[in-house]
């Protein structure tokens, strides 16, 4: 319901029923859902700031942090697969390429290494399509970061595996 509220602009109401899951969440600590949401509420604030964008990655950081600390204690086997939650961190990679234009992308200017947005986004991609290699959405968003670091051939490489796997694109 949240993250209604926020695609529907209402991030006032949106930001109070985040602060209530919150306090909610006190005795338990906060789950990396809760972190992605403040994530998505920061990123649709309106601001002139331009650090904003990458202030309110640090929240998606976070929740990348907990879903890792989660997912290490999982065995191996198909509920493994469930909890992972490959749809999950799909999200936080969205959230990671989310300001690459197409300007961007056609420059190929953007900075890949590890610790820029662009780079943790295509390395949890690489992550998620290891386990989960049919998962034809987060070849496609490789191919967007790959394009905005100027990688054309391993862009090429993303969208060739897209429609090896389906190659009628349905």
Do not use: W
Request: net charge negative; glycine share 6%.
């Amino acid at each position: 319901m949240i993250e209604c509220k926020i695609a529907q602009g209402e991030i006032d109401d949106a930001e109070q029923q985040i602060e209530f899951v919150n306090v909610l969440q006190m005795s338990v600590g906060k789950t990396s859902q809760t972190a992605y949401l403040e994530a998505l509420l920061e990123i649709k604030k309106p601001s002139d700031n331009p650090e904003h964008f990458f202030n309110a990655l640090k929240f998606v950081d976070n929740a990348l942090k907990m879903q890792i600390t989660y997912s290490k204690t999982l065995s191996s086997g198909f509920s493994m697969y469930s909890k992972l939650n490959p749809d999950f961190l799909y999200s936080l990679a969205e959230l990671y390429l989310s300001h690459v234009s197409m300007k961007e992308m056609s420059e190929g200017a953007e900075n890949a290494t590890p610790t820029q947005p662009v780079g943790k986004g295509l390395k949890l991609l690489e992550t998620i399509t290891r386990q989960v290699p049919g998962f034809l959405p987060a070849f496609m968003l490789i191919a967007k970061g790959k394009l905005a670091v100027g990688n054309d051939i391993d862009a090429a490489a993303a969208i060739t595996k897209v429609l090896n796997i389906d190659p009628r694109n349905e």
